[in-house]
């Protein structure tokens, strides 16, 4: 039965793309792509109501044996696919003692700002830039 209904489901996917694109667009004629210009093709009303009506019953029971597969593939699952794997236990990681943070001193460059030095010195000595 499922077997069946895979085939038919495929069989009329098929046939619904097809059948769709040999529908004309805005301004495109059926007809136009087998050289002829006018819509002789299919009669005087051309293509329209016999695709339409086509494509709707392909549609029809497309949905209908989407909704089968669907309802007999669920009543067919037991279990799951993940039965089989083994869990890892995750072991918590150990919370270290936090230690108390100190409030902030003074940074060395705002302390020499206050005290009117200035940055880095630059060496005073025997040496000479070159």
């Known amino acids: 039965m499922i077997t069946f209904l895979i085939v038919l489901h495929t069989v009329v996917c098929l046939f619904l793309v ?6 004309h667009g805005k301004g495109a004629d059926i007809g136009a792509s087998f050289g002829s210009s006018n819509q002789s093709l299919f009669g005087a009303e051309g293509p329209v109501p016999l695709l339409n009506k086509i494509t709707t019953v392909a549609a029809i029971i497309f949905m209908c044996t989407s909704i089968a597969l669907a309802y007999l593939s669920a009543d067919k699952s037991t279990g799951s696919i993940m039965s089989d794997v083994e869990v890892q236990k995750s072991v918590a990681p150990v919370q270290q003692e936090s230690m108390p943070v100190s409030p902030a001193t003074e940074k060395p460059a705002a302390a020499n700002q206050e005290r009117g030095e200035s940055g880095p010195q630059a060496p005073t000595g025997g040496q000479s830039a070159q």
Not at 18 to 23: F, Y
């Open 18 to 23: 097809c059948i769709v694109l040999l529908q």
